[in-house]
């Protein structure tokens, strides 16, 4: 069970957590370029011996934290004035090449990564055998932090937090990668109160060689670690991170992981039982339709769970608790501004000027057909991964409108990718803003299907109870029939014997 601790802290002090889970600052940061901060920082001892306080083109201000493998420094990058996180491993693990092997790999896979609920990757490098990766600072704490002071979160707030990782963990798969150690701790918030997915060093790609990866360990955190990635951590699937979100949320709900266990051995047996305290017992302001969800997610087998990250995060918005914003922040930013500054397609080509009296074109706007007998604008270009009968997938180029009519097709996959570009990032259709009105009365209307269908097999339901019913009382009316005709029937003969016998009685005194 997570702590009741004093959480967040608002001194640097905060900052000594591991890796990127940087702390708030005491107060609101005066502008870099007039930080009163030493230019020659405290530094770790390796470091101090070196001499190292810049990396190229990053000037180290101060130590962040310190874990297992490394050293992270809050630093300035010169040429583009901007703060940022700098991770340097230990000098002794920079020596071995198959360690910085991982090292760049870890690099490559953040790099490929651009969503705003997860942790960005700047740059990497090395300087002298100094090697460095340069990634987003973060102004804020972690999950984890947040946890040790709230006890456990509001259901809006635990929502908010868990459909935000979802719509990230979703991203992350689709560039065909999976994290491998989701929890709270790799959960960061910013002090605006968005959330951001972190540490991908974990992370493999589904068509990877494994060999760098560690054999023979489950590379998470047990706590919140699929049963199946426990066995073999090397051939596991998206669906661990699915399990390990359902657990972080769970944890989120009532301040206690879902399993429990004095030794791993023991926790891991609790999992491939796939038994667990409901949350609801814990907490009595779950709803059933939650702790419904969040057995499928923690599925001991994963046949069972969630078929992808969106899916679980479309169930989860549909309950419609989710906070906008963090309650616990003060001045969070609501996640529908974040959604909407994020990046989704390139601008649209511009068009030739049209000619005097024709209309204007419709391009620039998101969804507009093309007049009729042109072609369809620049930027009005999709390209949509559809499945054929033979059971693989292509890529079709279509418009706009031709997509919006797709949606509305009854048999349309709404789990199906998108992108302006045929090289992608492919993204689930929800990421676009151009087909969110559709895909939302396409579910509105599947919703309302779902209810007519409920509503009927409940009708249905009462009717036969009704029916029987009915054959019951008729049946239990027969057998009281009968039963009052047999009592009437013993009655009679009662009588009749008396009768019979008190005449013989007076048969034979006056023979």
């Not at 999976?178 to 992370?203: C, E, F, Q, W, Y």
């Not at 509105?444 to 339901?461: G, I, L, M, P, V």
Request: aromatic share 8%.
């Amino acid at each position: 069970m997570v702590a009741k601790t004093p959480g967040p802290k608002t001194t640097p002090d905060l900052e000594d957590q591991m890796v990127t889970k940087v702390g708030v600052e005491p107060t609101a940061h005066a502008p870099e370029s007039q930080s009163k901060e030493p230019s020659a920082p405290a530094l770790a001892d390796e470091a101090k011996a070196k001499n190292l306080s810049t990396l190229k083109d990053f000037r180290l201000i101060k130590k962040l934290g310190e874990g297992g493998m490394g050293t992270v420094y809050k630093a300035h990058q010169l040429s583009l004035d901007r703060i940022v996180a700098v991770k340097v491993p230990f000098r002794h693990l920079a020596k071995d090449p198959s360690f910085v092997a991982r090292f760049y790999r870890e690099a490559r896979i953040m790099a490929k990564l651009d969503h705003p609920n997860i942790l960005r990757c700047y740059s990497v490098g090395e300087e002298n055998g100094w090697h460095y990766l340069a990634m987003e600072y973060i102004d804020g704490a972690s999950m984890q932090s947040w946890l040790e002071k709230l006890g456990k979160l509001t259901v809006g707030d635990a929502l908010h937090v868990a459909i935000s990782c979802a719509h990230a963990l979703q991203h992350a798969h689709e560039q065909g990668l999976i994290h491998r150690d989701v929890k709270p701790d790799n959960i960061l918030v910013t002090s605006k109160g968005v959330v951001k997915v972190a540490d991908m060093g974990l992370a493999k790609a589904l068509s990877d060689d494994l060999g760098l990866s560690r054999t023979g360990t489950g590379a998470g955190t047990p706590h919140y670690m699929a049963p199946e990635q426990a066995r073999d951590a090397k051939h596991v699937d998206a669906r661990c991170d699915i399990y390990a979100l359902g657990s972080m949320l769970y944890c989120f709900l009532t301040g206690a992981t879902p399993f429990k266990g004095e030794t791993y051995v023991d926790l891991l047996l609790e999992k491939e039982k796939g038994k667990f305290t409901p949350a609801r017992r814990s907490n009595n302001n779950i709803p059933e339709r939650l702790d419904l969800m969040l057995d499928k997610a923690m599925a001991a087998k994963p046949d069972l769970r969630y078929k992808s990250c969106a899916e679980f995060a479309k169930d989860l918005q549909g309950l419609n608790l989710a906070n906008d914003a963090l309650s616990f922040i003060q001045g969070a930013v609501p996640s529908s501004i974040i959604k909407s500054e994020a990046p989704t397609q390139p601008v649209a080509t511009k068009l030739a000027p049209a000619k005097p009296g024709a209309p204007a074109p419709a391009a620039g706007k998101p969804g507009a057909a093309a007049p009729a007998g042109k072609t369809a604008a620049a930027g009005d270009v999709w390209y949509i991964v559809v499945p054929t009968d033979k059971g693989k997938s292509i890529k079709r180029k279509m418009t706009s409108p031709k997509v919006v009519e797709l949606i509305k097709q009854k048999d349309f996959d709404l789990g199906t990718l998108a992108s302006r570009s045929l090289k992608g990032p492919y993204r689930n259709l929800n990421y676009y803003k151009e087909f969110v009105p559709a895909l939302e009365s396409r579910l509105a209307h599947a919703k309302a299907n779902r209810q007519a269908a409920k509503f009927h097999n409940a009708y249905e339901k009462i009717m036969a109870e009704e029916k029987t019913y009915k054959a019951k009382r008729k049946l239990q009316n027969l057998f009281r029939s009968v039963g009052g005709l047999i009592s009437f029937g013993i009655f009679l003969i009662v009588v009749l014997s008396v009768l019979g016998g008190i005449g013989y009685y007076l048969y034979t005194q006056f023979k």
